[in-house]
């Protein structure tokens, strides 16, 4: 079993910036993939950004540009950096990790994020 808890979800002006972290409670340099994701309310949970094992990354279109996934091996953390922040980016935010030996998803309990003025 795997904990994954987030931290640093808010409210924000638009334009303004937040960083999520996703601490766990295993090694993250064993998972095969971490990321975050949100749900708005009424809409459906979408990938926001993605890391591999091997280090590239994966954004969504609507993100690219103004967010940063990253990690810290030694600290068994991912972070999500945000900036230039929009009303529509307004969601709970959720952090995810697969982690082998099966594989298996795991999901922190996920962090509000609201932008507006």
């Known amino acids: 079993q795997v904990q994954l808890v987030e931290s640093g979800g808010g409210l924000v002006q638009p334009g303004g910036s937040l960083r999520l972290s996703c601490a766990a409670s295993r090694s993250i340099f064993e998972a095969s993939r971490m990321g975050w994701y949100r749900q708005a309310p009424g809409k459906e949970r979408e990938l926001v950004a993605a890391?591999?094992?091997?280090?590239?990354?994966d954004y969504a279109g609507s993100v690219q540009g103004r967010f940063t996934i990253s990690r810290d091996n030694a600290k068994n953390t991912v972070y999500l950096q945000m900036n230039s922040l929009k009303p529509e980016d307004t969601a709970v935010y959720y952090c995810?990790?697969?982690?082998?030996?099966?594989?298996?998803?795991?999901w922190g309990q996920g962090t509000q994020v609201t932008v507006s003025s």
């Open positions: 995810h990790g697969r982690f082998p030996p099966r594989f298996i998803d795991y």
């Open positions: 890391i591999i094992r091997g280090g590239s990354t």
